[in-house]
């Protein structure tokens, strides 16, 4: 079974202060992570993924991630919010099967607002 | 390269009626899953598409179906609507492909189909 926890369902922060998102995960094989952003009213963009090859994950718009398997966790951190960083924030967990399948799991999501 | 396209973007229907939303992959992509997002939630898991056959099914009822044709692209169909299904319907697309197998195969997403069921 897989399972991911994004603690505090909105974060907010002020223009140019550091962003951090947290989410913790449970999954009985290694994991593949991933952080996904959705704007308003709009699907699903990949920020970054984890898949073992490094466990400092630098993504998309100046996002990175670290995985910490001590901790369980996969921190989402930006050092310098935006106003275009508004946004709601998923983090997720893959488990593939045999064939190459996958079943991802999403959090619940953190709603991120950015003070001007 | 045409991301994942979904049709139509917003419905409205009544409650017992039926809905078929479409998907068309990615280029290159021949896996389809499809997921429902409720208002304030994350994605929910509703089932997966590989060579026109299903393969992975989340915890949904069988009033929830679909199928993958051959050139990839998918339909999910919900029968006897209830206002409970009034959601955000996410197609996402990947590729079973040896160049992303056991890495994490990247998964893309549509911009969604609205259904509100009145």
């Known amino acids: 079974a897989q399972s991911v926890t994004q603690l505090g369902s909105h974060v907010s922060v002020s223009e140019g202060a550091l962003v951090l998102l947290r989410c913790n995960y449970s999954s009985s094989v290694p994991p593949y992570l991933f952080w996904y952003v959705q704007y308003p009213n709009q699907g699903l963009q990949l920020l970054l993924k984890?898949?073992?090859?490094?466990?400092l994950v630098k993504g998309i718009n100046g996002f990175e991630a670290e995985f910490k398997k001590s901790e369980t966790s996969f921190h989402l951190t930006k050092p310098s919010a935006h106003m275009s960083d508004a946004a709601e924030y998923f983090c997720?967990?893959?488990?593939?099967?045999?064939?190459?399948?996958?079943?991802?799991?999403f959090g619940t999501g953190t709603k991120l607002q950015v003070i001007p | 390269d045409a991301g994942v396209t979904q049709s139509p973007t917003h419905l409205i229907k009544t409650r017992g009626q039926q809905v078929t939303l479409r998907c068309s992959p990615k280029s290159g992509h021949d896996t389809v899953s499809w997921y429902q997002q409720a208002l304030g939630q994350g994605p929910q898991f509703i089932f997966q598409y590989y060579e026109e056959e299903e393969r992975q099914r989340g915890n949904f009822p069988d009033r929830f179906s679909g199928h993958q044709f051959p050139n990839y692209s998918s339909e999910l169909n919900v029968n006897a609507l209830l206002l409970g299904d009034s959601a955000l319907y996410l197609c996402?697309?990947?590729?079973?492909?040896?160049?992303?197998?056991?890495?994490?195969?990247?998964?893309?997403f549509g911009e969604g189909s609205w259904l509100t069921v009145v």
């Open positions: 984890y898949t073992s090859a490094a466990t």
């Open positions: 996402a697309s990947s590729s079973i492909s040896i160049r992303d197998r056991g890495t994490g195969n990247t998964i893309y």
């Open positions: 997720a967990v893959s488990l593939l099967f045999s064939g190459g399948y996958q079943k991802v799991t």
